[in-house]
């Protein structure tokens, strides 16, 4: 009993018997409908708590991403039902853009005004927006195969020149194929580790390059990966084995969503100095024909994927290419939208992002004299809208 004021310390046993008595036949009379109001005490019985909708993740670079949410349901559930909500996945697409000068320069300073996006054509209102400077994730993927030794000594050299540029915070994974991938060292942030790595490819094994199974491959580890991430390619770009066909590739490259992929050609210099010395040759003329094929196809996994293709001809241009790499993977505007056609239907969408000024017009940059410099937008091309699997 409450002791206070308003209650006399020893009422009479027959008044307390009546007024629990009251109490236990109103608490009868009223349990029915006290279980469909919402409780007040503490002392009364708790109704089972729902759980918590799970938080959308946040946005990623690439495909469509989940952002769950619940809808509330005003009408009362029949008794003896269990409450519920309706829950469903509503597509959000996230962008990396690179702009950049025509000599690789980041262009700072844009706002989300300064974008937009089309996606099949159709305009899309950008929801979210910010620029980035982080930590990478990338795979360095390698051709390292018996083939000729000017093209190994560019792939070395890309690959060491690309780790010595990486950052404490950086995870790296190195990956080298000939007939099939071989995965030299798993994702780390020790640089010792990568350089390791690199050391162990000094004798190549087979003469085969077989990049579609290993792009393929590489592709499929990265696709259990959250995140944005990247394949830095250092490869020939001849493929002599492989049980993928050059389309079966491209499927696989258009619908891994989050992935960028920047290609460095091997062997420019050899092949040049062939053609220019035996490019009469019917026979040189034939693999000179594959080697251009070659560099179509490096150019075209970078371009659809938002990266950039780079055919150095000597190993110092090596310093300023994984610098420019460097810039656009750490360097980027980061835009995400909710796309008009909602539908999830596994559909290749093209997409399209420009850069105007605020006022919807062309947007003129200038460099430091004032003089108007030309500039370009690096995005991927589009995305297949698919369902993500939690």
Known sequence: MFRGELFPQKPARR?????????????????????????????????QQQPAPPQAPPAEAGGPQGEVGPIAVPKKNPEGMPEYSVRVDVPLVTLDVLVTTKDGHFIPGLKKDN???FEDGQPQRVSNFSQSEAPI????????????????????NASYTF????????????????????????????????????NTLRIPGFSETNLFDALYD???????????????????????????????????????????????????????WIDARYGARSDVREAMMDFQVADNEMNTFAKMTGGRWYHPRFTGEFADIFRDVSSSIRNQYILAYHPTNTKLD????????EVVA??????????????PVKYQVIAREGYTAKHTVE
């Open 137 to 156: 994730t990338a795979v360095l993927l390698i051709e390292f195969a018996a083939t000729n030794y000017y093209f190994i000594r560019d792939a070395l």
């Open 163 to 198: 780790a010595d540029g990486l950052k404490p915070n950086d995870w790296v994974a190195v990956i080298d194929y000939d007939m099939k991938p071989h995965l030299t060292v798993d994702f780390t942030q020790d640089k010792k580790a990568i350089y390791g790595a690199l």
């Open 218 to 272: 590489t592709l499929d580890r990265l696709d259990r990966i959250e995140g944005r991430k990247y394949i830095i390619l250092i490869s020939s770009g001849r493929d002599t084995f492989s049980r993928l066909t050059f389309d079966k590739i491209l499927k696989k490259v258009q619908s891994t969503p989050n992935v960028t992929i920047f290609s460095i050609s091997t062997g420019e210099a050899l092949r040049e």
């Open 15 to 47: 008044g307390k018997a009546v007024v629990l008595a009251l109490l236990f036949l109103v608490g009868a009379l009223l349990a029915p409908a006290q279980s469909q109001q919402p409780e007040t005490s503490s002392s009364k019985p708790q109704q």
């Open 115 to 117: 974008f937009q996006v």
């Open 346 to 353: 596994g559909t290749y969408r093209k997409l399209k992002v």
């Open 358 to 371: 605020s006022n919807g017009g062309p947007l003129k940059v200038v460099n430091e004299k004032g003089k």
